[in-house]
Every structure is written in C-alpha cells, then in structure tokens.
C-alpha cells in the first residue's frame, strides 16, 4: 500500500483575521499581560537656574513627612521636615524657598489635593507660575521628584548621628557641594555660581586662597630687609632724582596719596638755589 501525503496550505489572511478578532474581543484584552512600555519621553532641560521645579511629598519616613524641592536644571534639592502637609504649610514652605531662590516659570507636582486645592492654584496664579501634573498612577512622569525623593532617603539613612535635623542639614550640605552625576558640577556651584566654604576647601584651596598665600610668602621674604617709613603733610624730606642733578632734592610732603605716595613741591632753600 502507498502512503498518502498531505499538503497543508497555509492562508496569511487567516492571521489578520485573527489579529483582528483578538483586537475587538473584550475578554481577551482585559485578560492579556500588560503591554509593554512606551519609548521613554524626556523633560526639556531647561535653559537657565531655577526655571522649572519638581515637587513632592516624602513619607511618613522617620516617623516625620517631607517636602521636597528640586530645580530641573541644576539638581539643587530642598527637603522641609513637615508638621502637615496642607495647602496653607506648603505654600508657607514654598514662600521661603522663593524669597531666596526666586520664583519659578513653571512648577510640576502630582495631582495630590494639596496641590489641586483652590488655594494652592490661587497661589500659583497670583506668582505667574505655571502648574504642571503629572500623570495619575504614573510617578515615574515626575521622575526628577522621585529620584530627589530616593535620595534624600538613602542619605538620610547614610547618617549615624545628630536628630533628624541635623542629619537633613549635614546630608543636604554634602549633597550640594557633590559634583551631580548628570551635570558634572556640584548643585551649589551650578545654581549659586560658587563653591559653599567645607573641610573639603581646605585640603583643596580655592584659586584665590593659592594666590594669597602665594603673595603672602613672596611678601614674608620681601620684607625680611625692608623698613616702615610714613610721612606727615609738611614734613621735610629727600626725594630721590632720577633725572640729571643731585641724586636727592629736597623736597615738602604737600599731601598724602596713598600708603607709600606722596605728593611733594620743592622747599623754599631748593628754590632759592635755582
């Protein structure tokens, strides 16, 4: 007996017939896994200091809540140990914050209610400033406020002495004088324009501490053979000629300019003389 062999042909409209059934089919979109994520969209970084800023609550942590502020473009982080977190205490937080830093363009929040409160919109309305939510149920949409979030936990968690206070203060200090991953520069630097006074600037001095110990030595060894000489108006002295003539002319302190200058006229026998 012979064997019978079968071709199968394969129909290609079978598949769009099924993507298409799947596609309008209820239960098998609820019950299919989650899709996967959507490319990654970035915040426009922002063209100058202080422009945008990312807020956001921390805790309960430590027993205690948190405010947390962070400029978009120099990294710069504030954290508020908070007694409540109501509209009323986080513009009075905010209004602190501004009177040193300014205000800024634009501010981005999630949609808690204190920050979708009339109050806290009448807030921002009064100071120019434009509000932004991020997504609901997507923190990652607010990321730098996350990020700011984590870690200002793990420095705080880093710190083994002091009250909570003190090891907000310490972390913020170390945080701010810390060249920034992203930027390459330390936060206080990029948003104030200098390096903040630590231990740290004594092993590495400034530019202008170089310079003046530099003139400090070069003086110390300057004046080794040197003598203090001061003059009074009308006191009677010898002012040395780099012209033609006697090498000294005596002269008559007529006003005093400066540390070492002074202003002579000649005396009244160097007159006669001529």
Not at 103 to 131: A, C, M, R
Not at 139 to 158: D, I, Y
């Amino acid at each position: 007996m012979k064997s019978i062999s079968r071709q199968y042909v394969w129909w290609p409209c079978i598949d769009k017939d099924l993507e298409k059934y799947v596609s309008t089919c209820t239960k098998c979109q609820v019950n299919r896994n989650k899709p996967a994520e959507t490319p990654l969209s970035m915040w426009e970084y922002p063209k100058e200091p202080w422009s945008r800023v990312h807020i956001d609550f921390m805790g309960p942590y430590m027993g205690k809540s948190f405010f947390i502020i962070v400029d978009s473009y120099t990294k710069w982080i504030d954290a508020v140990i908070m007694n409540s977190i109501t509209a009323e205490c986080t513009i009075e937080v905010l209004r602190r914050v501004f009177a040193t830093h300014g205000i800024p363009k634009v501010l981005v929040s999630d949609n808690g209610p204190t920050y979708t409160s009339t109050q806290f919109k009448e807030f921002t309305v009064h100071n120019g400033i434009k509000q932004l939510f991020s997504a609901p149920f997507k923190p990652s949409s607010n990321g730098l406020a996350e990020r700011a979030v984590q870690t200002v936990k793990h420095g705080l968690a880093k710190m083994a002495e002091g009250s909570l206070h003190t090891k907000l203060s310490r972390f913020l200090f170390k945080y701010r004088i810390t060249p920034h991953s992203t930027t390459g520069v330390p936060p206080c630097e990029a948003l104030t324009g200098r390096m903040l006074h630590s231990p740290l600037s004594m092993v590495h001095p400034s530019l202008n501490d170089r310079v003046m110990q530099k003139q400090e030595l070069q003086k110390h060894y300057s004046d080794r053979h040197s003598q203090v000489r001061e003059f009074n108006v009308i006191n009677e002295v010898f002012v040395e000629n780099y012209a033609k003539g006697d090498r000294w002319l005596p002269r008559v302190v007529h006003l005093r300019e400066g540390s070492k200058m002074y202003d002579v006229k000649m005396t009244v026998e160097s007159c006669d003389d001529m």
